[in-house]
T-cell receptor, first 112, second 116 residues
């Protein structure tokens, strides 16, 4: 069964628009970690954020913000005032005791 | 931050040959390392998990005799693709955990394998 679901395969926005990338996860562990990564065309993963299961505080980092809600098993990522450089594939990942697994990814295209 | 290297970054090999990919944690000890495979426009799929000094644990559907993983030291894991075929062409990414910290996992830059 898919443990991390990113329902949005592709999103296209115009520069300066806000965009939210959805992530829903499934786990039986009480302690787990959630991540967001950015993958530019080069392929190398860029770490964006990590959240543990006991910390539901939302986080803001510049134009990026994350909303973690255990009640709905969601960890959504919002980019405010998107820029062309934000164009990439974004992955949500779940780290449990034995491994880390990724969602299918969302390809974001920001048009000028 | 911690650094994980992979070598080579890209490789082209002929069908039927074997190719080895190295994954090194440069500034930390990695008790557990992971190998992922990513086909074009797809996600990272976990292939196997290896613990130093132990046999790797393979995901369902991954042929252990075809993808040989050796985690001989706390800083080095290797993936050998044996008798490669064109369908093995993919982007292979390794990852390493810092000790037992599952919240601290670092990824290598990936190796692009093309089998002709």
């Amino acid at each position: 069964a898919q443990k991390v679901t990113q329902a949005q395969t592709e999103i296209s926005v115009v520069e300066k628009e806000d965009v939210t990338l959805d992530c829903v996860y499934e786990t039986r562990d009480t302690t787990y970690y959630l991540f967001w990564y950015k993958q530019p065309p080069s392929g190398e993963l860029v770490f964006l954020i990590r959240r543990n299961s006991f910390d539901e505080q939302n986080e803001i980092s510049g134009r990026y913000s994350w909303n973690f809600q255990k009640s709905t098993s969601s960890f959504n990522f919002t980019i405010t005032a998107s820029q062309v450089v934000d164009s990439a594939v974004y992955f949500c990942a779940l780290s449990e005791v034995n491994d880390m697994r990724f969602g299918a990814g969302t390809r974001l295209t920001v048009k000028p | 931050g911690a650094v994980v290297s992979q070598h080579p970054s890209w490789v082209i090999c002929k069908s039927g040959t074997s190719v080895k990919i190295e994954c090194r944690s440069l500034d930390f000890q990695a008790t557990t390392m992971f190998w992922y495979r990513q086909f074009p426009k797809q996600s990272l799929m976990l292939m196997a998990t290896s613990n130093e000094g132990s046999k790797a644990t393979y995901e369902q559907g991954v042929e252990k005799d075809k993808f040989l993983i050796n985690h001989a030291s706390l800083t080095l894991s290797t993936l050998t693709v044996t008798s490669a075929h064109p369908e093995d062409s993919s982007f292979y990414i390794c990852s390493a955990r810092v000790g037992q910290r599952r919240y601290e996992q670092y990824f290598g830059p990936g190796t692009r394998l093309t089998v002709t």
